[in-house]
């Protein structure tokens, strides 16, 4: 088929570089966008005089009658067509004649396509956030229910100090509602209107980008119409925010992945998210939250390529940025993927609570409650870290804990030490006793759940 644009060439293009070139097996994705945009667009033609107010109707009421055909399968993407810009005008002009010739006038492909992404994109924002939303909503949820779920908290992986498992929860819904501040941030800059930049240097006709902007619920035209065209800076910033969110929910997996383990055994996934072995009878393995943290390498691969893809780009247009889409819906089709299974895979996994418990119970992690008692009765914290190490080094010695060591060896050391030690020491009492702003008592998550459920509210 002749290209719109065969005017200027005298041979058609080689069939490979045809393929080569063409865009529409991943842009066609975007067929509701590019006539949404195309309707803003030949409406304000026709409001204008640009062109004839009935001619804009029909073109307006032609791709109306496109996007309907597409949407109940009546109609479907040409392959052959060069993108999704082509299929559409080509379609249109199909049905109306040199009506639908018309509706290119006074557009390029290039502010075209800049405003479909952004369109696209602020569609995928608000579900994505959603996602994000209803995952913060379960963690709020489950918190609730394990205020008082003892388990040890770690630094370098090794058992630090005993927190519940509603404070460990509620750190990954902070970190999800920055996600959420990040993607309505990109949302901001990413919510202005390319149409009108034309090529690259507008259009000597009087158009009226201000009224295409509000048709299509922008905040504002953007000022240049070289930036219009040349920017992508939306879908880095976007890749970006996604990239976050992958990096949370990786750490997170990688987390439920050493709590299922036997070493561990802090949780138990139910069967319908976990996966067996074709050769060990006795496995069951987190593959969801193993594939998320996979998955998380591949979504920083598509914000370095376009990261790459952009940076030695002249203004305005270049073809490069037709690869800005593959790398973007991928980011955006793997998040959603990872949000929508790692959810449920977490809302139904089993608690092993006094496994948690079991495991606060070894490791020491009351020493520094101790030192603190000491402390408490006066002495200069450094002092009593110090009593508190001996006192650590016996019980290792001795296979005892602090909580089982005898007082009269308490005593040996130091004779602050009295039989309140022991209250002071119990692990509910140093998880309960951080009534802090941020700690682990049960009234502090509980206020930190109700701060989180109030940001979503406004969200
Ligand atoms: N398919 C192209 C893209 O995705 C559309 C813009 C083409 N513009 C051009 N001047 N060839 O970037």
């Known amino acids: 088929m002749a290209k719109m644009w065969a005017g200027r060439f005298k041979k058609e293009v080689d069939s490979k570089v045809n393929d080569f070139n063409s865009s529409i097996s991943f842009d066609g994705r975007m067929y509701r966008h590019d006539i949404m945009g195309s309707i803003a667009h030949a409406t304000m033609l026709g409001k204008t005089g640009i062109i004839d107010p009935a001619e804009s109707e029909k073109i307006i009421t032609g791709l109306e009658g496109i996007l309907a055909d597409l949407d109940s399968g009546a109609l479907s993407l040409d392959m052959e067509a060069e993108d999704i810009h082509m299929f559409v005008e080509a379609e249109l002009t199909k049905r109306l004649g040199d009506t639908g010739k018309r509706l290119h006038t006074a557009r390029s492909r290039n502010d075209q396509v800049a405003v479909d992404i952004r369109l696209y994109l602020r569609d995928e924002i608000k ?78 006709y009087p158009i009226d980008r201000e009224m295409t902007s509000s048709l299509l619920h922008f ?28 990096m949370h929910l990786s750490r997170f997996s990688e987390e439920i992945i050493l709590w299922s383990s036997w070493e561990f055994k802090f949780i138990e996934l139910d069967d319908a998210y976990a996966t067996g072995s074709s050769i060990m009878p006795q496995k069951k393995n987190p593959d969801v939250a193993e594939l998320v943290r996979g998955k998380t390498g591949r979504v920083y691969g598509d914000l370095v390529s376009l990261l790459s893809m952009m940076k030695s780009l002249p203004l305005a247009y270049n073809k490069d940025m037709q690869e800005d889409k593959e790398a973007i819906f991928d980011a955006v089709d793997t998040v959603k993927l990872c949000l929508t299974t790692f959810t449920p895979m977490l809302k139904t996994a089993r608690i092993l609570k006094e496994n948690m418990r079991a495991a606060a119970a070894k490791g020491f992690i009351n020493a520094t409650d101790c030192a603190d008692y000491l402390v408490k009765k006066g002495m200069p914290f450094r002092d009593a870290y110090k009593i508190t190490g001996t006192l650590v080094g016996i019980c290792v010695d001795t296979g005892k804990t602090l909580e089982t060591l005898p007082l009269s060896t308490y005593r040996e050391l130091c004779g602050l030490f009295d039989e309140d030690v022991y209250a002071a020491i119990s692990l509910e009492q140093c998880a309960m006793a951080r009534n802090v702003l941020g700690g682990p008592a049960k009234e502090s998550v509980e206020r930190q759940i109700a701060q989180v459920k109030a940001a979503l509210e406004t969200a």
């Open 219 to 246: 905040d504002a035209p953007m000022a240049n119409s070289l930036d219009g065209v040349s920017d992508r800076d939306f879908c880095i910033e976007l890749a970006s925010a996604i990239s976050t969110i992958m």
């Open 127 to 204: 579900e994505i956030s959603a996602e994000v939303q209803e995952l913060i909503q379960t963690l709020c949820e489950m918190a609730s229910e394990h205020t008082e779920t003892i388990m040890p908290g770690y630094t370098h992986l090794q058992r630090a100090q005993p927190i519940t498992f509603a404070h460990h929860l509620m750190a990954y819904a902070n970190m999800l509602l920055r996600d959420l501040g990040r993607l309505s941030d990109t949302m901001k800059r990413m919510n202005v209107n390319p149409l009108g930049s034309s090529a690259l240097a507008t259009t000597t």
